[in-house]
């Protein structure tokens, strides 16, 4: 079982950063490929970066490219995501999702989310 806590999330300007972070409890940590989606109103769940487990590979949505990292650190059992000249389109809840494979059955977790608001 792992539980995942996401925070850093809250209003910032255009242009402006935050990062956020996902601190998970449980074992195995490291085994577990970590991503981030959000959700904006109205719409649906968007995959915008994913970092394989133990730390290897890096993927990202289109649309945060170049502007977004996302990054783990296995011995503090967390994932960040560090977000830079933020638009207001990215407004949305960020949630945090741990997934891996173990003898054929599929471990998959939430977080709660958290609010990211851009505006000025």
């Known amino acids: 079982q792992v539980q995942l806590v996401e925070s850093g999330g809250g209003l910032v300007q255009p242009g402006g950063s935050l990062r956020l972070s996902c601190a998970a409890s449980g074992s195995s940590f490291s085994t577990y490929a970590m991503t981030w989606y959000r959700q904006a109103p109205g719409k649906g769940r968007e995959l915008v970066a994913i970092?394989?487990?133990?730390?290897?590979?890096?993927n990202y949505a289109d649309s945060v490219k170049g502007r977004f990292t996302i990054s783990r650190d296995n011995a503090k059992n967390t994932v960040y995501l560090q977000m830079n000249n933020l638009k207001p389109e990215d407004t949305a809840v960020y949630y945090c999702n741990a997934k891996r494979k173990y003898r054929d059955l599929m471990y998959d977790y939430w977080g709660q989310g958290t609010q990211v608001t851009v505006s000025s």
């Open positions: 970092i394989g487990s133990y730390g290897g590979g890096t």
